[in-house]
């Protein structure tokens, strides 16, 4: 049987979670009940924690081609209060899966459009098929792209992130490369390969370390006021430096054994 829902979630006990994008008739564009299945998931996953990292792709041909403009035209027919809460839910998602105190990856096929770049920007690693295409559409159906401007801002800076938000243009794979939208642009049978790879290097680093690590990137980026400050920093690498982890994993090099943390994937999953 065909699994409908928005989201399909594969967590296995390691600690990765792959979120599939599942609906692949309308290019896994998104709607109210994708928006919810992912704040649930995300929710779910800090509060339980023990989460290594976290995949994202798309069911079908396409990533994510942005909102469902029938489900859009929908929401524009509410109240002044429901629209809020849309735009919202929408804004929530994407600054709890930029800021997750875990690795994420986006693994890119086909069409990225609107709100998908916005998951792509809020993901540390983002991989592209070379088949793949871009644009940052909302301008062009009257809406504006405001919940993902802060992850355009720091991904691909402010000048291009002000040519192709204002405009709407569609740009290649290599332009999106060029901009730093995304990472790497591989063949699209070689997507997942890479993507695996990508898993394994961020497995073999302390989960701790990669936590206090990408919090304080974060902070400085939206946070500069004090994250850049001599104390904060110093005292954050003392206690990396003080914990459980770090100790494995200075044994571990000096032993030539992988630390305690580390468990190989499945070539191929």
């Known amino acids: 049987m065909t699994d409908t829902k928005p989201i399909?979630?594969?967590e296995d006990r390691g600690g990765v979670v792959?979120?599939?994008?599942?609906?692949?008739?309308?290019?896994?564009?998104?709607?109210?009940?994708?928006?919810?299945?992912?704040?649930?998931?995300?929710?779910?996953?800090?509060?339980?924690?023990?989460?290594?990292?976290?995949?994202?792709?798309?069911?079908g041909r396409h990533f994510q081609a942005g909102a469902d403009l029938d489900w859009v035209n929908e929401v524009s027919r509410g109240t002044p209060e429901?629209?809020?809460?849309?735009?919202?839910?929408?804004?929530?998602?994407?600054?709890?899966?930029?800021t997750a105190p875990f690795p994420t990856i986006a693994l890119i096929n086909g069409a990225c459009f609107g709100g998908g770049v916005g998951i792509a920007a809020s993901c540390d690693t983002a991989i592209a098929a070379s088949t793949a295409s871009f644009a940052i559409s909302e301008v062009l159906y009257g809406q504006a792209p405001l919940p993902i401007v802060p992850q355009l801002n720091s991904v691909i800076g402010h000048r291009n992130a002000r040519r192709y938000a204002l405009t709407g243009e569609r740009?290649?794979?290599?332009?999106?490369?060029?901009?730093?939208?995304?990472?790497?642009?591989?063949?699209?049978?070689?997507?997942?390969?890479?993507?695996?790879?990508?898993?394994?290097?961020?497995?073999?680093?302390?989960?701790?370390?990669?936590?206090?690590?990408?919090?304080?990137?974060?902070?400085?980026?939206?946070?500069?006021?004090?994250?850049?400050?001599?104390?904060?920093?110093?005292?954050?690498?003392?206690?990396?430096?003080?914990?459980?982890?770090?100790?494995?994993?200075?044994?571990?090099?000096?032993e030539k054994r992988a630390p305690a943390w580390y468990s190989a994937q499945p070539t191929g999953s």
């Open 82 to 98: 429901s629209i809020h809460e849309v735009s919202l839910l929408t804004t929530r998602v994407l600054h709890k899966l930029n």
């Open 171 to 254: 740009f290649d794979v290599n332009t999106a490369k060029d901009i730093g939208l995304v990472h790497e642009i591989v063949a699209p049978d070689q997507l997942r390969n890479r993507g695996h790879e990508i898993m394994d290097a961020y497995l073999r680093a302390s989960p701790s370390a990669i936590t206090r690590t990408k919090a304080s990137f974060l902070a400085c980026e939206y946070d500069n006021a004090t994250a850049t400050d001599v104390a904060s920093l110093s005292q954050g690498a003392a206690a990396q430096r003080l914990s459980s982890e770090s100790a494995e994993g200075l044994h571990a090099f000096a």
């Open 8 to 10: 399909i979630v594969e």
């Open 18 to 59: 792959r979120v599939n994008f599942n609906r692949p008739q309308k290019g896994n564009a998104y709607t109210g009940e994708m928006l919810e299945q992912m704040e649930q998931l995300l929710d779910t996953l800090f509060a339980q924690g023990g989460t290594r990292l976290m995949l994202v792709t798309g069911n």
